[in-house]
């Protein structure tokens, strides 16, 4: 059977392309935009059962071929998602004291100011765009706060991440993680001088005092938050916002009932996730997957969106429902390698949600949902812009 192109249909519309895989086959030989192989999982029992599979190793080690991600140097590589127990579960023991949900709750109020802040800064205006106002500064700025980077070197940051994630040409993109990477050692440098509050320098102490991790290590780790904990919040904050606003009943539902906030959350996880695939994982085995035999060290992607989708495990899973009860989604993966950051994302959209609908009751998309423009990435959705009327 002919591999299956991932194209354009899968960053415009991701949903009808996975809906004809799975009533295709539960696994499928595909071919990436970088023309790179890989298998493509698409139903739900099989993605969940193969995110918590120890035979699918993260490690780029037992890659044999195939598309293996973002290409980073060694000293920004060393983070949890490119690494298998036993060392996955040595670091991630010593990160989770650095972000637990308790000091992630203590950041609430101040999610809560930056808020208020920036949408104070588009209020009375007929119309805004969100994700350059709103859903994107958000983020940074509680990243940078959660880092210690300091307000002068926010823009600088900022710019870097936004190249990384949507380059302009590949030499502008090397030229970011550059500067990106030689900050972050920087940046460890002085909170090794002067510690603070903040998560580098908790991890720097766990460093300096019991060596629970590497110097490579170290710097991956702020990497990865600022990656990871960026990106990802973004696009939650904006895929959710235009999801609500392209459906008026279920935007009504969560205006009168701000107690469906938290569920609403996870609905949008599931409806539109943020990371569209689970990150790449390599058989250290010939196995299989739904029937299919994969050999050891292809590349193999999980559908997060696809397996969200899956009738069989969903009720009218091409439905927003704000109040859905049953909802296993797999936005923050599944296992071991669960997201630690998971905490802070659902609270940073709560606030967000709630405080976008408060401060502006009659706000609607400034064009038809057909018309909103998606970054170009299979791997990763999220909107270019999110024109809205505040009135």
């Known amino acids: 059977m002919r591999p ?10 991701p949903h009808a392309a996975y809906a004809r895989l799975r009533e295709q086959g539960p696994v499928h030989r595909a071919v990436a935009p970088d023309g790179s192989r890989v298998w493509l999982v698409t139903r739900y029992d099989d993605v969940r059962a193969a995110l918590a599979d120890s035979r699918l190793s993260l490690d780029k080690a037992h890659a044999t071929d195939g598309y ?11 983070n949890l998602l490119n690494m298998d127990a036993p060392e996955h579960t040595r670091l991630r023991r010593t990160v989770t ?23 104070a800064a588009v209020a009375g205006q007929e119309r805004a765009e969100l994700m350059s ?12 706060e959660l880092l210690g980077v300091d307000a002068r070197d926010r823009p600088d940051f900022r710019a870097w991440t936004d190249e990384m994630l949507a380059p302009s040409t590949p030499d502008r993109a090397r030229d970011s993680l550059r500067s990106l990477y030689a900050f972050l050692v920087d940046l460890i440098a002085r909170k090794r001088a002067e510690p603070g509050a903040d998560m580098p320098s908790t991890l720097v102490g766990l460093r300096d005092e019991d060596g629970s991790l590497t110097e490579d290590e170290l710097t991956s780790t702020a990497f990865l938050v600022l990656f990871a904990g960026y990106e990802n919040t973004v696009n939650l904050i904006g895929n959710g916002l235009a999801a609500l606003l392209a459906r008026p009943a279920q935007l009504a539902a969560v205006r009168s009932d701000r107690g469906l906030l938290p569920s609403t959350v996870e609905e949008l996880l599931r409806f539109d996730p943020p990371p569209q695939l689970s990150i790449r994982r ?4 010939d196995l299989e997957i739904g029937g299919v ?17 899956d009738p069989a495990r969903f009720t009218s899973p091409g439905e927003l429902i704000p109040d859905r009860a049953d909802n296993a989604h797999l936005a923050f993966g599944h296992g071991p390698h669960f997201c630690i950051g998971a905490p802070l994302a659902r609270m940073e959209a709560e606030v967000a949600f709630s405080t976008v609908l408060t401060r502006f009751p009659a706000l609607s998309l400034a064009v038809d949902p057909a018309e909103l423009r998606w970054r170009p990435s299979f791997r990763n959705r ?6 809205v009327r505040l009135s």
Do not use: M, N, W, Y
């Open 4 to 13: 299956v192109e991932i194209d354009d249909e899968f960053v415009t519309c």
């Open 68 to 78: 293996r991600g973002l290409s980073l140097p060694p000293a920004l590589d060393a």
């Open 97 to 119: 004291r650095a972000f637990t949900a308790h000091r992630t709750e203590l950041l609430r109020p101040r999610v809560q100011e930056i808020a208020d802040e920036l949408l």
């Open 133 to 144: 106002a709103f859903a994107g500064p958000l983020p940074i700025t509680v990243i940078c």
């Open 282 to 285: 390599f058989p250290k085995e």
């Open 293 to 309: 035999r994969i050999p050891a060290g292809d590349t193999v992607l999980l559908s997060l969106v696809s397996a969200h989708h």
């Open 382 to 387: 999220g909107l270019r812009e999110l024109p």
